[in-house]
């Protein structure tokens, strides 16, 4: 069964994809940037952005009946490599316990140029009770 998830972006409608996919026991969770997507804000530091891309991926694990203890996968794609450091405190942070397999991309750009962050995860659906 196959079950999307739609985070609010107007991206994701006009751009044709889903926040999340939720199939065969994972939860896809497609790159997220550090938009406050109800606001349609960024905040303008990459770190601050990290923040704000791990909020919105919480809050997608959990309608998902998923969450950040449950992620096996992280991509990390980052504009500029002088950003890496403050984005991977923040992943460390979020991610210390966890500790996925994961993977961190200096990329030429992003969709916009203020987007500094982009955070791709795949999670695990708990096992039913």
């Known amino acids: 069964m196959r079950r999307r998830i739609d985070g609010g972006s107007s991206f994701e409608r006009d751009y044709g994809y889903s926040r999340a996919v939720v199939q065969n026991g994972f ?11 109800a606001a349609m804000t960024l905040p303008e ?13 919480a809050g997608v694990l959990d309608e ?5 203890e449950q992620v096996v996968r992280a991509t990390y794609y ?15 942070r979020v991610l210390r316990e966890i500790r996925p397999a994961a993977t961190l991309v200096v990329v030429a750009g992003l969709l916009r140029p ?9 999670a ?6």
């Open 124 to 129: 695990a659906l708990p096992p039913a009770a």
């Open 78 to 92: 980052v504009t500029d490599r002088t950003d890496a450091e403050a984005v991977l405190t923040v992943c460390g």
């Open 27 to 37: 939860v896809f969770v497609a790159g997220t940037t550090g938009y406050d997507y």
């Open 45 to 57: 530091e990459a770190g601050a952005q990290a923040e704000a891309c791990w909020r919105t991926i």
């Open 64 to 68: 998902a009946a998923s969450s950040l």
């Open 114 to 122: 203020e987007m500094k962050v982009e955070i791709e995860v795949t």
